[in-house]
């Protein structure tokens, strides 16, 4: 039983499409991110929600739009694809432990590529 | 606000050999810290992490870390390597006043010689 899933692995499409990537964790967490993994491998948060509530958007483009329908679930719907959108996308999740120790369980990751 | 820096990009050491990477932290409350692996094609998974109480912290595959307050400092080691170590390492840190936040360095590659 994957812990945290991520679908699909791989997507490979066009400039200007529009494309989700659609998670799911089994461990009864309440929250759950989503990291962006550069070519150069830095990992930077772009959103995260606790219990279906939005409590982390950093600085990204309103073409990235994350949707929890409920707390075992974080898709992530990007607009208008963009080269430089090409990247690994990281889904996570965590039970708040204490203030500050999460430990996060991540996903395989999706790659996705934009052409 | 948190940060860290992970000093060396790529690490190459011998079969047998120590292993040593490097992070230093900024945080401006006490800090949490931890380490990810990353395996090639694969998810971040946790090796340790250090909250309160014992500086020296012990994780899996052999790994410890160090928390040195006054160095700002959380390196981690492994007294001998193994082929299987190749991988990329991440340390992070979070606090109190980044809740729910973690932020991470840019990681150091790990390979190993035979």
């Known amino acids: 039983d994957t812990a945290v899933s991520q679908t699909p692995k791989y997507l490979v499409t066009q400039m200007g499409n529009d494309k989700s990537i659609k998670c799911e964790q089994n461990l009864g967490h309440d929250t759950m991110y989503w990291y962006k993994q550069d070519s150069k491998k830095f990992l930077k948060i772009m959103f995260s929600y606790n219990n279906k509530e939005l409590i982390i958007n950093e600085t990204v483009p309103n073409r990235f739009s994350p949707k929890s329908p409920d707390k075992a679930h974080l898709n992530l719907h990007i607009n208008s694809l963009e080269l430089g959108d090409s990247a690994v996308y990281f889904c996570?999740?965590?039970?708040?432990?204490?203030?500050?120790?999460?430990?996060?369980?991540f996903g395989a990751g999706s790659r996705l590529t934009v052409l | 606000a948190q940060s860290v820096t992970q000093l060396g990009s790529h690490v190459s050491v011998s079969e047998g050999a120590l292993v040593l990477l490097r992070c230093n932290y900024s945080?401006?409350?006490?800090?949490?810290l931890f380490w990810y692996v990353q395996y090639p094609n694969q998810g971040l998974q946790l090796l340790l992490k250090y909250t309160t109480g014992a500086t020296l912290v012990k994780g899996i595959n052999g790994f410890e870390a160090e928390f040195k307050k006054s160095e700002t400092s959380f390196h981690l080691t492994k007294p001998s390597a193994h082929m299987s170590d190749a991988a990329e390492y991440f340390c992070a840190v979070s606090d109190l006043l980044t809740d729910y936040k973690l932020s991470f360095g840019a990681g150091t590659t790990v390979t190993v010689r035979a």
């Open positions: 945080s401006s409350v006490p800090p949490y």
């Open positions: 996570a999740s965590s039970q708040r432990e204490g203030a500050g120790a999460n430990v996060l369980t």
